[in-house]
């Protein structure tokens, strides 16, 4: 926005050069963009280009800009007067106003010059104007125009005898109404819309421009001025449904000053009676149909130096303050009654005035100094360093974190989770995603989807989130962590054949978050597992609590989510997995001595699972188990329908000494026989 050196000057005095004004406004929250120097020699050549912000529409004028000038230096303010003449017509004799819509229309005031001769504005107005970029049109519609850009109050003047009846009335757009505005174009209307009419219909668009058919001409005898205060929203909704911007909505779209109007109005009769001849009616015509009473707001002085790190001291608040006329009433010392002027529409708390005290003194004055936080003992909480854990854990898996709403379909959500009916969101974005997740499975299985179908080779995900479970009063909340795998598997090497991901890729990651987060005693059980569930495979457990899932993806939900091949997921409590995690860890050194290593074929009963094979076997062993891993299991020819050969590896390893053979063989023994006893389990060959 626009603004010359030389007019600032007529209404505070100036010494510095412009460079030292501009640095001074940008420092107290008015960015300067640049400054255009006409004649360098010559400083009030100079023209502004300032960014002025959209909750400071007091500052969009030469006498705001000024008095912000002038408080920062601290010189007064000079406003320019308005000289109505007393005893001129009755404004009532000439016109008649009517506010139709005083809730879009707050304020309307009028005065009449009659007798006028339009004509050119003399040089001196025409290059203040131009100064600024903006074009003389006549003596009658550039004074209108300075007083805008002087006091910042948009006017519209009328040829009053193309104002039909003489009446003005404020209203809302009738229906197929239209107007043809000042730049020529016929404008439809729509009832939200406020005109300004006479009775034959819409003169001019409240706000933002005038029309065609009541414009300020050569013939123009008598001119009606209008100064009112429109509302900024409807202003704004009007101007952006016709495409019309300009400086009068741009200033009442930010929240024009509705005490200003009889000042601007007064001072424009002035000058249209100065440059264009004619009397003044008097007095004016003035609609308030609903007056603002004076906002006050407390500020309590000692805040000022909690907020800003530093003291400014009383007197420089009181002389900031009123500086940029605010009154200050000061009956109770530690709690000051400010009144805030009219024109500041941005000021409404404490904060508001502890900020206009810091922009006096300039915001490259606050210190830059490091808040002071209580001390609380330590740094985060058990439970964040955890989350951290988990989060970590899994990106060492070789898995990739995603994030989804909270929303989903309910149909997913039902197929991943029978049991569990989720809620529904009262008014939903989009009706995809209109219920409350109850697992994260569905969002990964998306996703996962996503990237195989576009051209993805492998797909190793996962999220850590809320779900929500049905309650009397509101949704019950707990934290998951889940995973989705498909696609090739890791390693990939020259030397290695390609595989597909496999279960214990799943259950890969699931023990390293194990490993990470100190759970000792995880466990996989296969037992009690529902035959509707979708995720096929096994129970997680950490000592005698389930925390989750970990498995296969069935088959019908993976033709639901369009994902071709197979996938395997899992889903764990991440409340289950705090509580079971321990802050302890317990190292053990490398083993010094062989491992000895012994293959079993047993033929079991097809229900026996893993965890019941582990369990008997660590506790019939009268040697260190090393490790135990089922590594084939076959079902056909040669094994009953009811049974399963199942292929166990077992690793024994003393930390202390080599084994010997005799003692490996005899700990054999004691496993077979106790796996015949326990579950019915022979050896194959037998």
Wanted: charged letters at 30%; glycine letters at 8%; proline letters at 7%.
């Amino acid at each position: 926005m626009r603004f010359s050196h030389a007019w600032l000057r007529e209404y505070v005095a100036l010494d510095e050069p412009p460079e030292a004004v501009g640095r001074r406004l940008t420092a107290a929250g008015l960015p300067l963009d640049g400054i255009e120097m006409r004649d360098a020699a010559d400083a009030d050549s100079a023209v502004y280009d300032f960014d002025i912000l959209t909750n400071r529409p007091d500052c969009m004028n030469h006498v705001g800009l000024a008095r912000e000038a002038g408080a920062l230096c601290g010189r007064p303010l000079r406003v320019p007067g308005a000289r109505v003449p007393f005893g001129g017509p009755p404004t009532s004799g000439s016109v008649s106003i009517v506010i139709e819509d005083p809730g879009l229309c707050r304020r309307y005031s009028a005065r009449c010059v009659l007798g006028v001769t339009v004509a050119e504005s003399p040089r001196w107005l025409q290059a203040r104007l131009e100064s600024i970029g903006q074009r003389p049109i006549n003596n009658v519609v550039d004074a209108t125009n300075f007083v805008l850009w002087e006091l910042g109050h948009p006017l519209h003047p009328f040829d009053l005898d193309r104002v039909r009846e003489r009446r003005i009335v404020v209203r809302r757009a009738r229906p197929g109404e239209s107007l043809q505005t000042l730049d020529g174009v016929e404008r439809r209307l729509h009832p939200d819309m406020l005109v300004i009419a006479d009775e034959r219909g819409a003169v001019a668009l409240a706000g933002i421009m005038g029309g065609r058919a009541s414009e300020i001409g050569p013939a123009t005898r008598n001119v009606l001025l209008e100064a009112a205060w429109f509302d900024p929203v409807t202003v704004r909704r009007t101007s952006k449904a016709l495409g019309l911007h300009t400086d009068a909505s741009h200033r009442f779209e930010r929240g024009a000053d509705p005490g200003a109007t009889l000042r601007a109005l007064d001072r424009a009769a002035t000058l249209v009676a100065e440059l264009a001849g004619g009397r003044i009616t008097d007095p004016a015509l003035d609609q308030h149909p609903n007056p603002e009473t004076p906002r006050h707001v407390p500020l309590r002085p000692e805040s000022a130096s909690v907020l800003l790190g530093y003291d400014p001291g009383r007197e420089a608040m009181r002389l900031a303050l009123r500086s940029l006329e605010f009154r200050i009433d000061e009956s109770d010392p530690a709690r000051w009654l400010v009144e805030v002027p009219s024109f500041r529409r941005d000021v409404e708390r404490e904060v508001d005035l502890i900020e206009e005290v810091a922009r006096q003194r300039g915001y490259d004055a606050i210190p830059s100094r490091l808040p002071l936080l209580p001390d609380d003992g330590g740094g985060r909480r058990r439970e964040d360093r955890l989350s951290a854990q988990v989060h970590g854990a899994l990106l060492a898996a070789g898995l990739s974190e995603a994030i989804n709403f909270a929303m989903g379909d309910r149909e997913e959500l039902l197929l991943l989770l029978p049991g569990t009916a989720p809620i529904r969101v009262e008014n939903p974005l989009q009706s995809q995603a209109a219920w409350l997740r109850t697992t994260l499975v569905p969002g990964l299985l998306r996703n996962l989807a996503h990237n195989l179908n576009h051209g993805g080779v492998r797909c190793r995900l996962f999220e850590i989130g809320r779900v929500f479970a049905p309650s009397r009063e509101r949704p019950l909340e707990s934290e998951r962590v889940a995973g989705v795998l498909a696609g090739r598997g890791l390693p990939e090497h020259w030397s290695l054949p390609r595989r597909e991901v496999d279960l214990y890729d799943a259950r890969g990651a699931v023990e390293l978050l194990a490993e990470r987060l100190g759970i000792p005693s995880l466990r996989f059980a296969s037992d009690r597992i529902a035959s509707d569930l979708p995720i096929v495979g096994l129970r997680v457990l950490a000592g005698a609590s389930e925390i989750g899932v970990l498995g296969e993806v069935a088959p019908p939900v993976l033709r639901r989510f369009d994902v071709d091949g197979r996938a395997f997921a899992f889903e764990l409590d991440l409340e289950a997995l705090r509580g079971a995690a321990t802050e302890e860890r317990k190292f053990t050194s490398l083993p010094r001595f062989p491992a000895v290593r012994r293959d079993l074929s047993l033929v079991v009963d097809e229900t026996t699972g893993l965890e019941e094979i582990e369990g008997v076997v660590r506790s019939a062993a009268r040697l260190p188990i090393g490790g135990i891993q089922v590594f084939d299991r076959y079902r056909g020819p040669g094994v009953p329908g009811d049974r399963a050969s199942v292929a166990v590896q077992i690793v024994f390893q003393h930390a202390d000494r080599t084994l010997e053979a005799a003692e490996v063989q005899a700990a054999l023994e004691r496993i077979v026989a106790a796996l015949r006893d326990r579950l019915g389990a022979i050896l194959r060959e037998e």
